[in-house]
């Protein structure tokens, strides 16, 4: 029993001691922490995932005197001093590349410096995409911190910012800021103080309209090919106009992985939907004059077909006017 008795004494001083510093250096007014958020690169932007993949550079500098005194700088385990518990609040799957401690100087200055490479979530609205613009964020949270006990600041010496070049090509930076700004996991929680870096960025829709608008456009304007057809061939022109349907379906399922899986519709599921009916318009057309030929009213359906030439390619320029400009 007194043998138990000394243990829980000794696990109780230990912890006494080890946690004796562990609060807030300078408890009756604000620590200011200067902070530095830098991206390196970002290598991915997933728009039907919400997310992308960066290689984030953070460093934080603070003030503890309670750390002063040694005779030269030196390297501590994050457990052993306070910290103000800085976590990136948009966060998937990360990893650590730095080793975890901090540099503490003889006057009781402190860095922390780490770099952190994986998926970070971001809310995107694609209702304009391929021709959207997104704003990418980093933001961190001195969890439990409000303004009243800890201040983000940016650092003067080592400013936040983005790299000149980036390896994700389907996207060019419009600008960037960075600034201390407080965080509200819900609508009626205290705001935490917080930091975060936002990137602002459109998209290169060339990239879109070779892949997918441009062959989209020839194969409706393939179906077109029945309006030249002489009506009595009724044959031919159902096979033209079916074999463009299949041709547009067999597409449709290509470039599947090419465009976001949302809910609501795009600029660009706008005009594959018009593109689309304009197909089956088509289709729709065909078995018309063809009836009419056999019904004796060539004549008939070779007006229409005629008034279809100039009538069908009008349409699709409305409806890629529609889609992507706003007309």
Known sequence: MMIRLLLLLNLLFISSASYADISRPESQAATTIYSTIFVTDVDNVDSANQSFVANVYVEYHWHDPRLAGADSSRTIAIDQAWHPRIQIVNQQHIFKTFPDFFEVSSDGHVIYRQRYWGNFSQPMNLK?????????????????YDNNEVIFVQNPDEPSGLADKLSVTEWAVTKWSAEAIDYMPTKHSAPLSGFHLLIHAERDERYYVIKIILPLLMIVAMSWLVFWIDPKESGSQISVAITTMLTLIAYRFSIGELVPKVAYLTRLD?????????????????????????????????SIDRWSRTIFPSMLIIITLVSFFNV
């Open 270 to 302: 706008y005009f594959i939907l018009g593109s689309t009916l304009m197909v089956f318009l088509t289709l729709l057309l065909v078995i018309v004059t063809s009836n009419l030929a056999k019904s004796n009213q060539v004549q008939l359906a070779i």
């Open 128 to 144: 304009e995409f391929p021709m959207d613009s997104q704003q990418l964020e980093i933001q961190v949270v001195a969890v439990g």
